[in-house]
């Protein structure tokens, strides 16, 4: 099963949400970014936008995603954009611990809003 262009851009759009998300939750409970992972300082290299993340990164998130979306596919199910589309939803403000690294990209996450999508199976 080949993806349409259009379930490609909700892969991605939904793999961004996703990793607000995530993101979003590390930022809450005091992590910061970091070049590398360090747990005893919550730092976290992959606090900054989806679109800086490396392709590997980001193939983790899409991947399952795209995979599901196959599955959906082969069952004869199928996605619906609806006239209201996706639209980004606003979060409370993320308490932040003051970044110590002046190179830390100004990143706030932000979730996606997908209750404008629709899944339906056509009768035959």
């Given at each position: 099963v080949v993806l349409s262009a259009e379930l490609?851009?909700?892969?991605?759009?939904?793999a961004e949400s996703v990793h607000d998300q995530w993101a979003y939750a590390k930022?809450?409970?005091g992590w910061v970014?970091?070049?590398?992972?360090?747990?005893?300082y919550r730092q976290?290299?992959?606090l900054k936008s989806y679109k800086l993340l490396d392709r590997k990164d980001t193939t983790?998130?899409?991947d399952p995603i795209r995979e599901a979306l196959k599955s959906i596919e082969k069952l004869q199910f199928r996605?619906?954009?609806?006239?209201?589309?996706?639209m980004r939803i606003a979060t409370k403000p993320v308490q932040?611990?003051?970044q110590k690294d002046k190179s830390a990209p100004d990143y706030t996450p932000k979730a996606m809003d997908f209750t404008?999508?629709?899944i339906n199976r056509e009768m035959q």
């Open positions: 490609d851009e909700f892969v991605k759009a939904y930022i809450e409970q970014y970091g070049e590398q992972i360090n747990d005893k976290h290299s992959n983790k998130l899409e996605l619906e954009k609806t006239d209201a589309g996706i932040r611990k003051k404008s999508v629709t």
